[in-house]
C-alpha cells in the first residue's frame, strides 16, 4: 500500500508488530498464522510460514480430488478473512479474535461443500466428512 503511494500506517493491523508486507500479512504474523494453523489442522496439511513455501505447497498437492479442493478451499477462505479482517481494523476500527475468524471461515467451507451435495454427492460426503475429522477448537 505504501508503494502505490497511499497513506497508511506500515504497521501490520493484525499484530501490531512489524512492517506489513504480503509475506508478514500471509502467514509470517503470528496473528495469521495461529489461524493459518487452525484452518491448515482442519485440512489435514502442514502451515507454512512462508509465502513462497505455501505456495509451492499448494501446487504440490496430491490429485485426490477431495483432499485437494478442501486444501484450496481452505486457503481461499484464510487469505479473503484476513485481508477482510485487516480492511475492518484499517476502515471500520472494528476486531474480531482468531476464534471469530475461524467461525466465519467454518460456516464458508461447510456452505460450499454443502454446495456440491446435488451435483456430486460423493465429493460432497468426502469433503465433509475430512473437514470434520479433527476438532474445531484450539489447542
Known sequence: MLQWGLQVTPTCLLCNLQVES???LYFDC???YDLWTLIASRSRIIPR????ETILQMQSLPSEKAFRLLVLLSWQA????LWNERNNRLHSNTFRSIDSIFSLIDRQIRNKI?????SSPILCSKMMQRWFD???TRP
Not at 49 to 52: K, P, Q, T
Not at 114 to 118: A, W
Request: no cysteine; proline share 5%; hydrophobic share 30%.
Open 134 to 136: 479433527l476438532p474445531s
Open 30 to 32: 503470528g496473528f495469521s
Open 49 to 52: 510460514r512462508s509465502w513462497d
Open 114 to 118: 454443502q454446495s456440491f451435495r446435488y
Open 22 to 24: 504480503r509475506n508478514h
Open 78 to 81: 484464510i487469505l479473503y478473512w
